[in-house]
C-alpha cells in the first residue's frame, strides 16, 4: 500500500520511474527530479544518476510501470564494444536525470528477455516508451548517434 501525498499539480511535474532500492531491496517509484529521490519502502536515497544493473523481473517491471522513457543497455562482461559504451551511458544518465531512465541488462544471466526481443548482438540498446518499443541502437555508438536516435524518444 502506498499512501500519494502530492497534489495533483505537484504531481504532474514529477518524473516517476521505478528503481530498485539498494538498501531495502523494494522496487519502488521515485521522482527522478529530485536530487537523489527517496525510497518509498524504507525512506533511505536511492541514487539515480547513473544506469541501473536490472534482473529480467525488474526489467519488465520497470519498462512497464516507469513514466519516463527507458534506454535498455543489453550488454555482457565480456563483450569489449559494451564496455566503450559504458562512459557514454554514465554521461547520459547524469544530463539526462528526470527525462531518460538507463537500466543494464546482462544478457548472459538474462538469456529470455534479449531472446524475447530478438536482440542478435552486443551492444543493443532499446529505447521504451509507455512500455513500448520506440528506437533501437544495434552496436557501440557514439553519444551523438545514440541522441539522434533517440530525439523522438526525449521530446
Ligand atoms: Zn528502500
Request: aromatic residues 6%; contains cysteine; proline residues 8%.
Amino acid at each position: 500500500m502506498t499512501q500519494t501525498t502530492h497534489s495533483p499539480d505537484a504531481h504532474a511535474h514529477q518524473a516517476l520511474g521505478v528503481v530498485r532500492c539498494p538498501f531495502c531491496g523494494a522496487l519502488t517509484g521515485a521522482d527522478l527530479n529530485a536530487g537523489a529521490p527517496s525510497c518509498s519502502g524504507c525512506g533511505k536515497p536511492v541514487l539515480i544518476d547513473r544506469p541501473m544493473p536490472v534482473s529480467d523481473d525488474d526489467f519488465h517491471r520497470i519498462v512497464r510501470e516507469s513514466k519516463l522513457p527507458v534506454l535498455v543497455d543489453f550488454y555482457a562482461d565480456w563483450c569489449g564494444p559494451c564496455r566503450m559504451m559504458a562512459p557514454v551511458l554514465d554521461d547520459m544518465a547524469r544530463e539526462y536525470k528526470g527525462r531518460l531512465q538507463i537500466l543494464k541488462l546482462d544478457t548472459d544471466r538474462f538469456p529470455e528477455v534479449s531472446a524475447g526481443l530478438g536482440i542478435r548482438g552486443i551492444p543493443t540498446m532499446i529505447a521504451f516508451k509507455d512500455g513500448q518499443e520506440a528506437a533501437r541502437i544495434v552496436g557501440a555508438a557514439p553519444k551523438a548517434m545514440l541522441l539522434d536516435q533517440l530525439k523522438d524518444v526525449l521530446k
